[in-house]
């Protein structure tokens, strides 16, 4: 006898899928069987390519004598978690070097680059994440943010160094 799965309440004991990529799971339930069925074993089909079941961390009992009880692991692609994380380091390294390395007549279109490149990553991984905002996600803001705040204080130490005296204010303005 199958079970439609809105008769199924599968809750989660561990995880949310705010934490993307890390969102690996514990799920455990109880579902009833009436009339009870002689069961001799459990079969757990996954249909989420992002996620794997160990075997090993399925375990299933009856607590009475037509109540399953079933609990099980659903663990992220460690794939996805990979190429999410590296992504993001990538970016981090990004928001360490726009600021300081870009010279001031490009610095608009390298932030502007930025900016695109990030987002545009967020919506390469969206088939993966199912809400929003993610862990993911606000990682993301917080280097948009934290990348402004870098070129801000690029633009104050521009305005707070005075000119050496060898070179006058519009060499110094054009240089930084």
Request: proline share 8%; with cysteine; aromatic share 14%.
């Amino acid at each position: 006898m199958r079970k439609q799965s809105d008769d199924v309440p599968f809750v989660r004991q561990t995880g949310s899928p705010r934490e993307f990529p890390f969102d690996s799971t514990s799920i455990e339930f109880d579902t009833t069987f009436k009339p009870a069925l002689p069961l001799r074993g459990v079969i757990i089909r996954n249909f989420n390519p992002s996620f794997y079941i160990p075997c090993e961390q399925v375990r299933w009992r009856w607590a009475s004598p037509d109540v399953l009880h079933l609990q099980f692991e659903m663990r992220r692609n460690p794939l996805v978690q990979l190429m999410a994380t590296v992504i993001f380091a990538s970016a981090a390294l990004f928001t360490f070097i726009i600021p300081f390395t870009v010279k001031r007549d490009a610095l608009p279109t390298a932030v502007a680059s930025f900016f695109f490149s990030v987002w545009s990553t967020r919506g390469i991984l969206s088939s993966e994440m199912k809400v929003f905002p993610t862990l993911f996600d606000l990682g993301i803001l917080f280097l948009c943010v934290l990348l402004l705040l870098l070129i801000g204080v690029r633009v104050f130490m521009w305005w707070v160094k005075p000119p050496t005296h060898s070179e006058n204010a519009s060499e110094h303005r054009a240089r930084a």
